[in-house]
Every structure is written in C-alpha cells, then in structure tokens.
C-alpha cells in the first residue's frame, strides 16, 4: 500500500529565511511525487513533481524539492521565504502500479513571518 | 485561464435533504476525481473518473453518494440523505494525458455545511 507522511502539522519561518517542509513516502513501485499548495479558501495548484530523472526537481514560485530514493524523502525548499509563501502545503505520492490516484499526505501549515 | 469551476460555492442544509455539486472539468481533460477535506482526515479520495468511466469510488459511502459524468463537460456528486458528518470542503480536480504522469486541476470547491 502505498503511503506519505508529513511530520511536521506546522513549519514557522521568518521572512528571508530558508524553508524546508518534510514529507517521506511509502510505495512498492516506482514513486511519482507531487507538492502542492492550498492557499485559504482556494482549491489546491500544483508546485512540482517528481517522475524521473534529476533528483532535484524546481517548480513554481521559487520552490524547489528534492528526491532521495534511499531516504523516501521528497522534501520541499526555498531559499527565501516571503510572508506570501504562507499556505498549507501537501506532499503527494502515485505508486506506479495504481490506478494513478493520488494519496496525500496530512498538510503542513507553513507560516512566514515578517 | 483553463479552470475548473465548482458549484455552488457554499450549500448550507438541513440534515436528510437531497445535495447536488457540479464541476465542471478543464476541457479536453479526460480524467476527473472527487476530494472531500476534512480537518479531522485530512483530504480523501471519493470518486475518480476516466473518459467519463468510474474507476474507483471505494472511498464513497455507496448508501448516500452517487457520483457520475453525464457528458464530458459535467460531474455531479450527490448525497441523499445528507448527515451533520458530511459537512466538509468538496473538491473536484481533473487531468489529461496519463494520470500516473500528471498533476490535477483543482476547484475552488464546495463548502457544505449540513445542520
């Protein structure tokens, strides 16, 4: 069965500083890994994702993740957080021999303070 | 701008009455999925749907959710009777090409508050 936790229910950052929001997975297949972002009110958009490749895969609004295989981790970064980064983030895993659905994982809250 | 739209936007009833939401997928995008978000669980695979054909709705209660496509351009999910726990945030998403691959569209969904 196929699985991703996130750790962390709440990341707090000050403005200007580097981000990082945890998310490990569990498949038994190749893994296809998402990020996306759910602003208050709003459904969610897609950051990046992960489907082979460089291990280093940059999406939208600077963000950037990294996948190790040897970790299951595919954690999501940002060299300089600003105040408008502040959303709800969720990591989200397809097992290569699914049906394609995604599972997501719980959300990270991500709070970028001035 | 290619979206999904959602509606309606809000639906506050009572408990037992019939509920109806719409989405209407990207067009040209041929699979759809239905998400109920909860703070308590999280968001939840209900219904997916390729070329209008349901490919998993294990996550539905299948004795008050129906979930179908009439035509490529319209999905509907309805609870009857509706119950005070199916109070939630309900998202649609749609994609194109092989799901495995590609990212989901998601609405802007539809908050139902059921009294």
């Known amino acids: 069965a196929q699985s991703v936790a996130q750790p962390e229910d709440q990341v707090n950052v000050a403005e200007g500083n580097p981000l990082t929001v945890k998310c490990t997975y569990s498949?038994?297949?190749?893994?296809?890994l998402f990020w996306y972002v759910q602003y208050p009110n709003r459904g969610l958009q897609f950051l990046l994702k992960?489907?082979?490749?460089?291990?280093l895969v940059k999406g939208s609004y600077g963000f950037e993740a990294e996948f190790n295989k040897s970790q299951t981790s595919f954690h999501l970064k940002k060299p300089s957080a600003l105040v408008s980064d502040s959303a709800l983030y969720f990591c989200a895993v397809r097992d290569g021999g699914s049906q394609g659905n995604l599972i997501f994982g719980k959300g990270t809250k991500l709070s970028v303070k001035p | 701008d290619a979206r999904v739209t959602q509606t309606p936007r809000h639906k506050v009833t009572e408990m037992g009455q019939e509920v109806t939401m719409r989405c209407q997928p990207i067009?040209?995008?041929?699979?759809v999925f239905w998400y109920r978000q909860t703070m308590m669980q999280g968001l939840e695979l209900l219904a997916y749907?390729?070329?209008?054909?349901?490919?998993?709705d294990s996550g539905m209660p299948k004795d008050r959710f129906s979930a179908e496509m009439p035509d490529a351009t319209l999905a509907t999910l309805k609870i009857q009777p509706s119950e005070p726990r199916d109070s939630a945030v309900y998202f649609c998403?749609?994609?194109?090409?092989?799901?495995?691959?590609?990212?989901?569209?998601f609405g802007p969904g539809t908050r139902l508050t059921v009294l």
């Open positions: 992960y489907i082979t490749g460089d291990n």
């Open positions: 067009l040209g995008h041929n699979t």
């Open positions: 749907f390729r070329n209008r054909a349901p490919l998993d």
């Open positions: 498949v038994s297949g190749n893994p296809y």
């Open positions: 998403a749609s994609g194109s090409g092989i799901p495995l691959y590609n990212e989901q569209f």
